[in-house]
């Protein structure tokens, strides 16, 4: 009975391909610290470009180079989002982009309600804006992830 159920084994293996080891996934706690640097950096960075900008933005919008004005005014908010993430990912331990998409998640609700408390609600950055910066953030952390990854790794072959 126990060599017939070997053969039935062995015929099957042949067509079906089990692996030998299954990885379970660990799961693992959020970094606060990380994730408070990040909202940190996204909180001041567009605190201070709001504050920066404000003057170049309202002369392009009066000299009619409202395009101008408008890529001045959403790119400068997405580098502070892709920069926040690029550096939560890269510092934050284990290889997870977890703490930059928190980060800029909580950073755009904040951001959006200093702007409502300022009186600058715009309907169409709360709509399209904050999706942008969130992906934005997410993508700065997934790169900065890398580039922690590609760091071991030389720091690994280099010993």
């Known amino acids: 009975m126990i060599a017939r159920r070997r053969r039935e084994w062995r015929s099957l293996s042949a ?8 990885e379970t996934p660990v799961k693992r706690e959020l970094d606060w610290f990380w994730i408070g640097v990040g909202l940190l950096l996204i909180i001041v960075g567009n605190i201070f470009l709001y504050w920066a900008a404000a003057a170049p933005v309202r002369s392009l919008v009066d000299e009619d180079r409202v395009v101008m004005a408008f890529v001045l005014a959403g790119g400068l ?3 502070v989002y892709f920069l926040a993430g690029v550096i939560v990912g ?6 997870t982009v977890q703490e930059p998409a928190v980060a800029a ?3 755009v609700v904040v951001v959006a309600v200093l702007q409502y408390f300022a009186g600058m609600v715009n309907v169409f950055g709360v709509i399209f ?3 942008a ?12 992830e890398r580039w922690q990854e590609w ?3 030389r720091a ?4």
């Not at 067509?15 to 299954?22: D, Q, S």
């Open 90 to 95: 890269r510092m934050s331990a284990d290889r």
């Open 15 to 22: 067509y079906i391909r089990l692996p030998l080891v299954v």
């Open 151 to 153: 760091s071991e790794k």
């Open 133 to 144: 910066c969130y992906a934005v953030a997410y993508l700065g952390g997934w790169l900065g």
């Open 77 to 79: 908010p997405l580098t």
């Open 129 to 131: 804006g904050a999706p």
């Open 105 to 107: 998640l909580l950073g």
């Open 156 to 159: 690994s072959s280099n010993s």
